[in-house]
C-alpha cells in the first residue's frame, strides 16, 4: 500500500483539502505543501511540513484506493492479543484512573440537580450498586449552589464518591462548580462556541486562528482553576454536537470528533496541566469505535498517554441498549482501550451499573490474561473506516432441486439452533423462526431466520419431522447438520457441518457429489491444517471456539482468520458461531454476543451471527441475534431508536414516553427515532435519525425532520400522535401487520 511521510508534531492545520480526511489535522499541521504524487500507481495525498523534523509518522491510506490517509502507527497495544493500552494516572478525588488501575464504571444522576435531597438520594443508591464515580448535570448557577449542598451532605453521611459536573455553554458555572466536585466534564463542542446550526462556514487561515483564540481565552481559567483545586477533567466530545467550525472543516466526522477535542488538549497542555482523560461518544457504535481509534493513533503519534473514557451515548433501553454498548465498549475494550466506562441506558441510573460491571470485568479478564493468538501480519483489516468483507453469497447450481440463495442474507444472516422436540409441532416452529403462515406453510419475512442448525436429524421415519424440514428448504432456508447425522439418517438437500479432521481425511467425500459444505473453523490453526479450503467449495464457514477459552481470544483469533482468508483469496461467507453454557444470565449473553462478534462486525468481518445457548428462550435469541447486526448498522429489521438516558435537564418522563412511542412504533424497519429529553446537545446529537421527539420546554415537545425542527411547542399529550403523523406526512409509515 502506497505511504506517505509527515513530520510527527506541527502546529496547526489551516486547510480544507478534502481529499485528506484523516491527515487535515495533528497537533498538528501547518500545511505550506500539498501534492498529488503518484506512487505504485495510486494517487496519494502527501502533507509536507515546512518546518524540518527529525521524527517522521508513516501515513497511508485506509485502503486501496481510499482518499483517507491515517497513520501506520498503531491504534493499540497489540494486533494479536489483547493488551491494556498504557496511560497516564488521573486522579479524580481518591479515584484513580488509568491502566495501572482496574476499568473504573460511571453512571449518571436524573434528578433535578436543584433538588439536593432527591439528588443525593440517588447518588447514594447509586454507590451503593458500586459505581465508582457519579456524573451531575450542572446548567445553570442555581444548579452549581446546589452541588456545595450535595457534596456536603454526602460528605456528611459518609459517601466520598466522586462527584463530576456536566457542563454545557456555561463557562462561568464550569469555574463555580470546579470549587466543591472533583471532576468537570467539558464538552468542546459547545463550551466556548455556540450551538451547531450546521451552517457551512468558509474560514481564512486569520479568521480560524481568531476563534481559537477565543476558545483559549474561555477554557484558560477553567484549566488555572482546576490546577488550583486538584480537579480532573473529561474532554468529551459528542458526535451529535460537534460546532459549525470543526464541521466546516473536517465534515461531521470522526476526524473532527478528534479535532475538537484536540484543540482543548493542546490548551491543557500549554498550561501545564493533565489531569484529564478523553471521551469520543456517538449513538452509532461504528462510529463511535472509528473515533476513539483515530484519537488513539494520534495520540501514540503526539506520545500522549492521556486515559480514555468510554460510552455509546443514546443507547436505549433494555438489550438494545446493552447491545449497543457492548458493541461499541466491548470491541475497544477488546483492543485493550478504555480506563472508565458507563453504559447509557434509558432506565434509571443504579440500572446501568450491572452490565456496565460486566462489561469492565470482560475486558479486565482479557487485558489480564492477555487472550490473543500467536503474531500474525494484519494487511487487510479497516480500522478506521468502514468496509465490509462480504463473503460470496449462494450461487445456484445446475440441477440442483432447492433454491439455496436464501440460505445467507446479503446484508447479514441469522442461523438458530433447532431441537428434535421444536420439530414436534412445526407450527410452532415456523412462528418462532419469524416466518409467515398461510394456511399453516411457512414464507420467508424480512425478519425471518435465514438458515436453522439441527445437530441431530430425525430418524428417516418420523414422517412429520421430515416434512417440516422440508417445507423450510423449500421455502430456501439452509439445514445443516453434522456429517456424521447426514451419513446415517441422510435428508434430502441438507447442508452438511465438517471440521478439518473430517475434510483432511476426506470423510466427506463418502456424501453424494453436490452436496454443500458448512466448514467448522476455530480460527488459530497452523496455516497448513487451512490449505484443504483451497480444494473444497463451501456455503459458508463457521467460525467458532469454546466458552471456555481462557487465553485464545475469539476476536483475535477470527480477525487471523480473515487475513488468511483474504491473502488466499477465499471469499467464503463466515458466521460468528458463539455457544454459551447452560445458566448463563442475559446480560452476559448479550454483552459477550455485543462484544465478540460485535468488534469483529463492526470492522467489517463476518457475515452474520449464530448463538447456542441451551437453556434459553429462542425468541430471545433471535431478537438478539438481529439487534447485534442492527446495531452493527448491517441488517435493519425493526425501528431503530436514539433514545438518550435522561439527567436533570430532562423535561419529561423519558422511560415512560420512550415505552409509548416504542409501543406504537416498533413495526418500521428502516426507520430511525430520537426521543431526546432536552436539546442541549444540539439536533446533531439526532445524528442518525429521520425523525426527532425533543423536550423543548416543560410540557412541551418539538419535532425533527432530520436535524431540522418542523414542529415546536407541541403539548405533551399530542406530541406521540403528531410524530406518528410527522412520519405519515414523510411517506415513512407502514400499518402494523395484522394479528395472524
Known amino acids: 500500500m502506497a505511504t506517505g511521510a509527515v513530520p510527527a508534531t506541527f502546529s496547526g492545520l489551516k486547510t480544507r483539502e478534502p481529499s485528506l480526511g484523516f491527515a487535515r489535522s495533528m497537533d498538528f499541521v501547518r500545511v505550506s505543501d500539498l501534492q498529488r504524487l503518484k506512487s505504485l500507481g495510486k494517487k496519494v495525498s502527501v502533507i509536507r511540513n515546512s518546518k524540518s523534523s527529525s521524527e517522521v509518522a508513516e501515513r497511508q491510506p485506509t485502503s486501496e484506493g481510499s482518499p483517507l ?86 460528605v456528611q453521611k459518609n459517601y466520598n464518591i466522586p462527584l463530576v459536573a456536566d457542563i454545557h455553554f456555561a463557562p462561568s458555572v464550569a469555574l463555580r462548580v470546579a470549587e466543591c466536585f472533583d471532576k468537570i466534564r467539558v464538552n468542546p463542542g459547545n463550551f466556548a462556541d455556540r450551538r451547531a446550526q450546521f451552517e457551512k462556514l468558509e474560514y481564512t487561515d486569520e479568521d480560524y486562528q481568531k476563534e481559537l483564540e477565543h476558545i483559549e481565552q474561555v477554557f484558560t481559567p477553567l484549566v488555572e482553576k482546576c490546577k488550583k483545586y486538584g480537579r480532573a477533567m473529561r474532554i468529551g466530545t459528542n458526535h451529535g454536537s460537534l460546532s459549525d467550525r470543526i464541521m466546516s472543516y473536517y465534515g461531521d466526522s470522526p476526524r473532527g470528533m478528534v479535532e475538537s477535542a484536540f484543540e482543548f488538549a493542546r490548551i491543557c497542555r500549554k498550561l501545564d496541566f493533565h489531569n484529564f482523560v478523553f471521551s469520543m461518544k456517538a449513538s452509532n457504535p461504528v462510529i463511535m469505535v472509528q473515533a476513539y481509534r483515530l484519537l488513539v493513533a494520534e495520540m501514540y503519534v503526539q506520545g500522549w498517554e492521556y486515559p480514555l473514557h468510554l460510552g455509546v451515548t443514546e443507547a436505549g433501553e433494555g438489550e438494545d441498549g446493552r447491545m449497543k454498548s457492548a458493541i461499541g465498549i466491548g470491541t475497544l475494550l477488546q483492543d485493550g482501550l478504555g480506563d472508565t466506562i458507563r453504559v447509557s441506558l434509558t432506565e ?45 453469497l449462494p450461487i445456484q447450481m445446475e440441477g440442483e432441486e432447492v433454491d439455496y440463495r436464501g440460505v445467507l442474507h446479503r446484508d447479514g444472516s441469522v442461523l438458530m439452533p433447532v431441537s428434535l422436540d421444536q420439530l414436534k409441532t412445526p407450527e410452532l416452529l415456523y412462528k418462532s423462526l419469524a416466518a409467515k403462515l398461510v394456511v399453516g406453510m411457512p414464507f420467508k419475512d424480512l425478519a425471518t431466520v435465514d438458515s436453522i442448525l439441527l445437530r441431530e436429524l430425525p430418524p428417516v421415519d418420523d414422517n412429520d419431522a421430515r416434512l417440516a424440514l422440508k417445507r423450510l428448504i423449500d421455502i430456501s432456508m439452509g439445514v445443516i447438520t453434522p456429517l456424521s447425522e447426514q451419513l446415517t439418517k441422510p435428508l434430502p438437500n441438507a447442508m452438511v457441518l465438517v471440521n478439518l479432521k473430517e475434510l483432511t481425511t476426506g470423510a466427506y467425500k463418502l456424501l453424494p457429489e453436490g452436496t454443500r459444505l458448512v466448514v467448522s473453523l476455530r480460527g488459530d490453526e497452523p496455516y497448513e491444517d487451512l490449505e ?138 428502516g426507520v430511525s427515532i430520537a426521543i431526546m429529553g432536552c436539546i442541549v446537545n444540539g439536533p446533531g446529537e439526532m445524528a442518525d435519525a429521520d425523525f426527532g421527539y425533543v423536550g423543548g420546554t416543560p410540557g412541551k415537545i418539538d419535532l425533527y425532520v432530520g436535524k431540522t425542527v418542523v414542529k415546536r411547542g407541541i403539548k405533551m399529550e399530542h406530541a406521540t400522535d403528531a410524530l406518528i403523523q410527522l412520519i405519515k406526512d414523510n411517506g415513512r409509515w407502514v400499518d402494523p401487520p395484522a394479528e395472524e
Do not use: W
Request: glycine share 6%; charged share 25%.
Open 69 to 154: 490517509i491515517v497513520p501506520r502507527q498503531k491504534y493499540c497495544e497489540s494486533i494479536h492479543k489483547t493488551m491494556r493500552r498504557k496511560t497516564s494516572t488521573v486522579m479524580v478525588g481518591n479515584v484513580a484512573i488509568g491502566s495501572d488501575h482496574p476499568i473504573r464504571i460511571q453512571t449518571m444522576t436524573t434528578t433535578d440537580t436543584k433538588d439536593v435531597a432527591a439528588t443525593v438520594e440517588q447518588v447514594m443508591r447509586i454507590a451503593d450498586k458500586g459505581a465508582n464515580i457519579v456524573r451531575i448535570t450542572v446548567q445553570g448557577k442555581k444548579e452549581a449552589d446546589a452541588c456545595f449542598e450535595i457534596k456536603n451532605t454526602l
Open 348 to 392: 434509571p441510573p443504579e440500572e446501568e451499573i450491572d452490565p456496565c460491571r460486566r462489561l469492565a470485568n470482560l475486558g479486565m479478564r482479557a487485558s489480564g490474561l492477555q487472550q490473543g493468538v500467536a503474531p500474525f501480519e494484519e494487511k487487510h483489516r479497516h480500522y478506521f473506516d468502514f468496509q465490509r468483507r462480504t463473503g460470496q
Open 532 to 669: 484443504i479450503l483451497k480444494e473444497i467449495e463451501a456455503t459458508m464457514v463457521l467460525h467458532e471456539l469454546p466458552y471456555t477459552e481462557d487465553k485464545i481470544s475469539r476476536v483475535h483469533a477470527a480477525r487471523r482468520l480473515f487475513e488468511y482468508l483474504s491473502d488466499n483469496a477465499l471469499n467464503f461467507a463466515v458466521i460468528h458461531h458463539l455457544q454459551f453454557p447452560k445458566g448463563i444470565h442475559r446480560d452476559d449473553l448479550v454483552i459477550t454476543a455485543g462484544t465478540n462478534a460485535g468488534a469483529l462486525l463492526v470492522d467489517g468481518l463476518g457475515d452474520g451471527i449464530l448463538l447456542e445457548a441451551p437453556d434459553q428462550d429462542f425468541e430471545f435469541l433471535r431478537n438478539t441475534s438481529f439487534n447485534l447486526l442492527q446495531g452493527c448498522r448491517m441488517r435493519n429489521t425493526k425501528t431503530e431508536y436514539v433514545s438518550c438516558p435522561s439527567c436533570g435537564r430532562t423535561l419529561f418522563d423519558l422511560q415512560d414516553i420512550s415505552a409509548q412511542i416504542r409501543e406504537k412504533t416498533s413495526h418500521l424497519p
